[in-house]
């Protein structure tokens, strides 16, 4: 089993910053690639911001040079600091994270997993 937990979310003013935090745990081989999305009300789900294993980085343009997204591999976490945020980035911020975990048996396999969720609110 694998689980991703997820903090660092609340209300915040506009212009202020918030730094989101994933940690991954459980049966996990290795990570392959982790990232941070978010769905606003009657929105889809979008990216926000993924990094790959060796630290390569893409970001929605509506948060580049505004979000930085980092990881430690050691800890299996992935951050996202967040600065000069504005009341459209309001949503629910998931973590996802591409991995390779194993059964029982120790075989390997990728799976995608998600986090639940954390809310970020910016008030004007």
């Known amino acids: 089993q694998v689980q991703l937990v997820e903090s660092g979310g609340g209300l915040v003013q506009a212009g202020g910053s918030l730094r989101l935090s994933c940690a991954a745990s459980?049966?996990?081989?290795?990570?392959?690639?982790m990232g941070w999305y978010r769905q606003a009300p009657g929105s889809q789900r979008e990216l926000v911001a993924g990094?790959?294993?060796?630290?390569?980085?893409n970001y929605a343009d509506s948060v580049k040079g505004r979000f930085t997204i980092s990881r430690d591999n050691a800890k299996n976490t992935v951050y996202l600091q967040m600065n000069s945020l504005k009341p459209e980035d309001t949503a629910v911020y998931y973590c996802?994270?591409?991995?390779?975990?194993?059964?029982?048996?120790?075989?390997?396999?990728?799976?995608?997993?998600w986090g639940q969720g954390t809310q970020v609110t910016v008030s004007s």
């Open positions: 996802n994270a591409d991995l390779i975990t194993t059964d029982a048996l120790n075989r390997p396999w990728t799976d995608d997993y």
């Open positions: 459980g049966r996990i081989f290795s990570i392959r690639s």
């Open positions: 990094i790959t294993a060796a630290g390569r980085t």
